[in-house]
């Protein structure tokens, strides 16, 4: 019923695409490591060594170190996030046609598969292009899932009983964003 996945990375995303406020570079034009910023590295061939600087509150090991996009056009940082809903808006309408074809359980069956797939790739990639590829497919899949599974949950149930599922998954929902926030800040420094 709960797509935990979707609300981690959709709550979380902030955090995983947030630029260190500070780097150490090393390069041949100036001796030992000193403090530095992209403009400063970005288009100098001398500098050899770029790391962010962790030791700062707002500084996070994220995908912006893991894929090299230091450099990066602010374009292509949103993208990562964009891709996510590029691919929801792509497959939702297509989810009623293929399970009324195909059946909801198959289709749900798939989207979970796809999912799981979707996620093993981008959790072991460090190529930008399969980040964004894997984010659409992922953001299609979760479309199928969470539409198909919450409709075969609700349709499942009395109405007294709908109430009290259509409010704990609100609760679940609104409690994701602060906790991966919390997560992120404090256990995964």
């Given at each position: 019923m709960f797509d935990l996945s979707f609300f981690m990375v959709l709550m979380s995303l902030s955090m995983l695409t947030k630029a260190p406020k500070e780097y150490i570079c090393e390069s041949t034009a100036h001796d030992g490591s000193y403090s530095c910023q992209p403009e400063d590295f970005c288009n100098d061939p001398s500098v050899f060594s770029v790391k962010p600087n962790l030791e700062l509150a707002d500084s996070y090991d994220n995908w912006i170190i893991s894929f090299n996009?230091?450099?990066a056009s602010k374009a292509d940082i949103g993208l990562i996030g964009s891709s996510f809903f590029i691919g929801w808006?792509?497959?939702?309408p297509l989810v009623s046609p293929l399970a009324d074809k195909f059946g909801r359980w198959k289709l749900l069956f798939a989207g979970t598969v796809m999912g799981m797939i979707a996620w093993t790739i981008l959790l072991?990639?460090?190529s930008f292009a399969m980040l964004i590829f894997c984010m659409a497919i992922h953001g299609g899949t979760s479309n199928m899932r969470i539409a198909i599974a919450m409709l075969n949950t609700y349709e499942s149930m009395t109405r007294?009983?709908?109430v009290a599922a259509f409010v704990s998954t609100a609760v679940f929902e609104a409690s994701c964003g602060p906790l991966s926030t919390l997560y992120f800040m404090f256990v995964s420094k």
């Open positions: 996009l230091q450099c808006v792509t497959l939702i072991n990639s460090s007294a009983h709908y």
